[in-house]
């Protein structure tokens, strides 16, 4: 099979490489028909994440059809369509317990990462009966490819640990497709104000068509025109969906008292807590790597036509042009792309 392999910082091969064999009784291997590349898998590229080895196929997000299941999977069977989570969890260990997926014992984030990922023709998916969701025919697929790792975040770190309450004013900080899902989930909880800050105007104007009500150019002074749109008040829920210094301080710079600020950015370095102004704000500080706990509900709100997750979908590809897909996707503010499709 065909498969998108890491070759250390900077290197990247679409090239031959056996199909996956089910190796535990409750793998299964499936056949992808659609994936996507995420903002991990050029920080991969870039040489941030060391312990992803060389000659790892990445991608951890994407749809197929079960091929193959060893003899301990109970809820799937060759031709099930299916939803592949970024998150693998075993479902019995204390985190898994505990909902939190994320750090489970056995899995967690391990494709693309620490096993071979989506960006093939097949893909090995241990504890296949946790880590994978049936989905039904005739549900729009760029809209579930959406659902393995980009909305579950947006909406578990961002809407759900900042705790949007109706009426609420929001800030999101960052308009790339995490932070526009958290907008599109937002609106779950009706917040009468949704601002969103970035660099990039062209990103800004998709988060207006998505439905942000304000939208604040990043360039030094954005905390100021927060503060102004709000009467100086602030924002009762800042969400960082970046992942610097500078955006998650802008964060703590706005959040009015009482407020939440929920982080979702990967952090490279270390940030500032402003300890001696917020000591008194009576505010809540969240971090969470996505648990995906939320894939049920969110895949029924998809499947009802409430969420409309394809419309993040910038750019198309067939998988055999994910090279090119790569590019364009690196590229983003001169290619405008949000997410790329690639379809098998
Ligand atoms: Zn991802
Ligand atoms: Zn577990």
Redesign the pocket.
């Known amino acids: 099979m065909k498969a998108l392999v890491y070759y250390g910082p900077g290197k990247r091969a679409w090239e031959e490489r056996p199909k996956p064999v089910l190796r535990e009784d409750k793998d299964a291997i499936v056949r992808v028909t659609r994936t996507t590349i995420c903002g991990t898998d050029l920080h991969i590229l870039k040489g941030d994440v060391p312990e992803v080895e060389n000659g790892r196929i990445l991608g951890h997000e994407g749809i197929g059809v079960v091929e193959e299941t060893g003899s301990g999977v109970r809820n799937f069977r060759k031709g099930d369509r299916v939803l592949i989570s970024c998150i693998t969890?075993?479902?019995?260990?204390?985190?898994?317990?505990k909902g939190m997926?994320s750090?489970?014992?056995?899995?967690g984030w391990i494709l693309g990462h620490t096993i071979d990922g989506t960006q093939a023709e097949f893909v090995r998916i241990p504890h296949a009966d946790t880590s994978l969701y049936r989905i039904s025919e005739g549900v729009n697929e760029d809209a579930l490819v959406m659902l393995s790792d980009v909305f579950p975040t947006g909406f578990e770190c961002g809407v759900l640990n900042g705790e949007i309450k109706p009426g609420d004013t929001v800030a999101i900080i960052g308009a790339g497709p995490i932070g526009l899902a958290a907008l599109l989930t937002s609106k779950f909880y009706s917040p009468a104000r949704t601002i969103m800050a970035d660099t990039d105007a062209g990103r800004l104007a998709s988060a207006k068509e998505l439905g942000a009500t304000d939208t604040v150019l990043s360039d030094g002074k954005a905390s100021e025109r927060i503060m102004e749109l709000t009467d100086g008040r602030g924002v009762d829920v800042a969400i960082e969906a970046v992942g610097v210094p500078s955006t998650f301080e802008l964060c703590e710079s706005i959040i009015a008292p009482g407020g939440h600020i929920a982080s979702i950015g990967v952090f490279g370095e270390p940030v500032d807590l402003h300890m001696e102004r917020l000591w008194s704000q009576n505010i809540t500080l969240t971090t969470r790597l996505v648990d995906t706990v939320t894939t049920p509900m969110l895949l029924k709100s998809v499947q009802s036509g409430t969420l409309h997750p394809e419309r993040l979908v910038t750019h198309r590809f067939k998988l055999d042009e994910i090279m090119k897909a790569y590019d364009t996707f690196s590229h983003a503010r001169e290619e405008k792309a949000l997410k790329v499709v690639l379809e098998s």
């Open positions: 969890s075993d479902g019995t260990c204390e985190y898994c317990k997926y750090h489970c014992e056995k899995g």
